[in-house]
């Protein structure tokens, strides 16, 4: 069978076949250039449009990830000229037929870390209905969201997001030619990638890009999406305290990409594990094309953004990820250590002496942590972490927009919850990443046999997710032999939600308890992110 070929603005590309989790096959066409290599004098700026090529590019095989750590193998791999995507399709657009809806993915790893490759990212199971898939690579950790305040140096930060903008506009021009419809694009990521979906919704920079939004594990109101405005830190780990920004601008372009990943590690996590990261979003108030220049929670209330159907959710176990960050050889830190850490506060002071108590209280019946407590462990990181800033960000957006926004909680538990197999946890709840391994053949996906639990809960996220992305509506058909259930937008103070277990079930409720707890620290706290 003869190689499929594609020709786009760029040139002419050569992709591969292959076969999805029901034997039918797809076409492949991986490593795709969306912008110009961000090499010599475009590292850390905003990327540029690609360069076109001669002859034809050899699209079967995976470009090169953007340098980083991957945490699971342990090891530091990648390149600068990683700005590339992948793009998945039944079949190349004919004369008279409809274009497929577009998923676009967007991975997470806290903005330090990750890809779109297959590793973890596999098309297998998604490819199987009538969708085209895109998953891209974006700069990460000090590459991709350094900033500096001198708007001669003309880096104002979130050049990792913008990196994500310059892939959908790659889409609108492109995506015909490979079957995909520019005019239904849904965009869905994971934690980081959440975030991103989110992100892109209030800049003004995403808007006529995207149609709907999925975000999993994420949104922007999350304390860990925060980046550090600035170069404070880094002149500390670079030893350049005192020096202008042009000085450490001159400096950083005369590293190797290795040495400046070893200052990226140096600027650290001040001791305490955590997925907060001194990389992430900056307002950008010097910038003539700013991401955003506003405040996300101001953007959010003015209502003045990209108003799309938006799916979002969160794990029941969210909080299980920072195991990953523990040493198994160590105790877990006393919790009057980590919650200064985790809530931005000064160690012992009254205030946070008040505030440790307060979540004591409520989580750990006034005692010090013990195992006794481990599911409230991961309650509180959950909630605080993740669960709180969904919350508000589903409330904030019901006040202003008239969009369908749909909430769910993940809880099925089987052998694809690949983090929390990895981690080795017995505790019950499904993990931070955990739903990745329902919609992505991953590294660990045993192999499935039919009609089994994980059989039927990729069967069901996959139809959940692409008939959002085909109707706007998960469960457009009322007797669906697959789904059993309507899934209802939420509606005024009753979040109504999906619980995604064994089976599905909508259920009715007013918000939780524990995040009202945080509705209530934040309110009073000056550790309190959500509530800027």
């Known amino acids: 069978m003869s190689k499929p070929e594609v020709t786009i603005d760029q040139g002419t590309l050569q992709g591969s076949t292959s076969t ?37 590019l050899d699209a079967t095989k995976q470009g090169d990830v953007c340098y980083a750590e991957d945490p699971l193998k342990k090891e530091v791999s990648g390149s600068e000229n990683c700005l590339v995507l992948n793009v998945y399709t039944k079949k190349l657009p004919q004369d008279g037929k409809e274009l497929s809806p577009v998923l676009f993915w967007i991975h997470g790893g806290g903005f330090v870390f990750g890809s779109g490759n297959e590793d973890l990212y596999g098309p297998e199971f998604l490819i199987t209905e009538d ?44 995506i015909d030619k490979f079957g995909g419809d520019p005019n ?5 990521g994971e934690s980081a990638g959440g975030a991103s979906v989110h992100l892109l919704m209030l800049s003004p ?17 999350n304390p860990w999406v925060d980046g550090t405005k600035g170069t404070a830190l880094l002149a500390k780990a670079m030893d350049l305290v005192g020096s202008d920004e042009t000085t450490i601008y001159n400096t950083l372009m005369q590293k190797s990409v290795d040495e400046i990943y070893e200052i990226q590690k140096a600027i650290g996590d001040e001791g305490i594990p955590s997925i907060r990261r001194p990389f992430g979003l900056v307002v950008e108030t010097n910038s003539k094309e700013p991401f955003l220049d506003k405040e996300p929670m101001e ?24 195991e990953f960050h523990r040493d198994p050889n160590q105790d877990m830190l006393p919790i009057e250590d980590v919650i200064p850490w985790f809530y931005h506060c000064e160690v012992g002071t009254p205030k946070t002496r008040t505030l440790v108590d307060k979540i004591k209280n409520f989580y750990f019946e006034g005692e010090d942590y013990s195992d006794k407590f481990l599911s409230k462990k991961y309650d509180l990181f959950s909630d605080s972490q993740f669960v ?10 019901l006040a202003v927009l008239s969009t369908p926004i749909y909430l769910y909680q993940m809880s099925v538990e089987t052998s694809l919850n690949f983090l929390k197999k990895y981690l080795k946890i017995e505790a019950p709840g499904a993990c931070h990443c955990d739903d990745v391994g329902y919609l992505f053949k991953t590294f660990a996906t045993p192999e499935i046999q039919p009609g089994t639990t994980e059989d039927v809960s990729i069967r069901r996220f996959v139809k959940l997710w692409t008939n959002f992305a085909k109707f706007g509506n998960p469960t457009p058909e009322k007797n669906d032999g ?50 800027k």
């Not at 920079?205 to 109101?221: D, E, N, P, Q």
């Open 205 to 221: 920079m995403g808007k006529g890009l995207f149609h709907k939004g999925i975000a999993h594990s994420g949104c922007v109101l």
């Open 482 to 531: 697959l789904l059993k259930v309507e899934w209802k937008p939420v509606t005024g103070d009753n979040f109504d939600f999906l619980d995604i277990g064994q089976e599905l079930s909508f259920n009715s409720s007013c918000i939780p308890e524990r995040v009202l707890f945080w509705e209530k620290i934040y309110s009073e706290s000056p550790a309190g992110q959500a509530s």
């Open 20 to 56: 999805d989790r029901h034997g039918g096959s797809f076409l492949k066409f991986q490593g795709i250039p969306y912008a110009k290599p961000p090499l010599g004098e475009l590292r850390f700026k905003a990327p540029v449009p690609p360069e076109k090529w001669t002859g034809v």
């Open 131 to 174: 969708v085209v898939l895109v998953t891209i690579n974006y700069r990460l950790g000090l590459l991709g969201f350094v900033s500096f305040d001198d708007p001669s140096l003309d880096i104002p930060g979130n050049a990792g997001l913008k990196d994500q903008v310059m892939a959908l506009k790659w889409v609108q021009k492109n």
């Open 299 to 322: 953007v959010m209330r003015s209502g003045n953004f990209h108003p799309v159907p938006l799916i979002i959710g969160y794990t029941s176990s969210e909080g299980m990820i920072f």
């Open 388 to 397: 709180h800033g969904i919350y508000v960000t589903v409330r904030s957006h």
């Open 184 to 188: 239904n694009v849904t965009i869905f």
